[in-house]
Structure formats: structure tokens, C-alpha cells
């Protein structure tokens, strides 16, 4: 329900934050969004970008591994 109702408002810190850094922002469609994960479980994870406007969130990344590029 996170990314469904309300994927920019963070609900828990210890499981949904922006990311930093060079992945801190990501292009889509010629637009640049402030990127996020949401931490699933200990170790998956979900990269998603969020277009209020549109209502509209795009998956950027999903694993169940700790993502390597956030170490």
C-alpha cells in the first residue's frame, strides 16, 4: 500500500528513504524524479520513482539481494 497510496510520504524510516548520491535522482521519460527505495525485507528491496501529478509510480529496480551500487 506504500507505493499505491502514498509512496513519497515516509511512513517508516527504516524501510523507505530516498536514495542518495548519483542514484539520488533518475530520468524517465525526459523528466528527472527524486528516486526512492523500499526496503521489503532485510534484503529486497524496490527502486521506484513517483510522478504525483500523474498519479503514476515507476518500478526502477527490484531485487531480493542487497542492492551492490548502495554499498
Request: no cysteine; net charge positive; proline share 4%.
Amino acid at each position: 500500500m506504500v507505493l499505491s497510496e502514498h509512496p513519497t510520504a515516509i511512513d517508516n524510516p527504516n524501510r523507505q528513504h530516498l536514495l542518495k548520491g548519483a542514484l539520488r535522482h533518475h530520468v524517465h521519460n525526459g523528466v528527472v524524479f527524486d528516486q526512492w527505495q523500499y526496503e521489503v525485507t532485510s534484503s529486497g528491496r524496490i527502486w521506484y520513482v513517483a510522478d504525483e501529478k500523474a498519479k503514476t509510480v515507476w518500478v526502477t529496480r527490484a531485487g531480493t539481494g542487497h542492492p551492490k551500487l548502495t554499498d
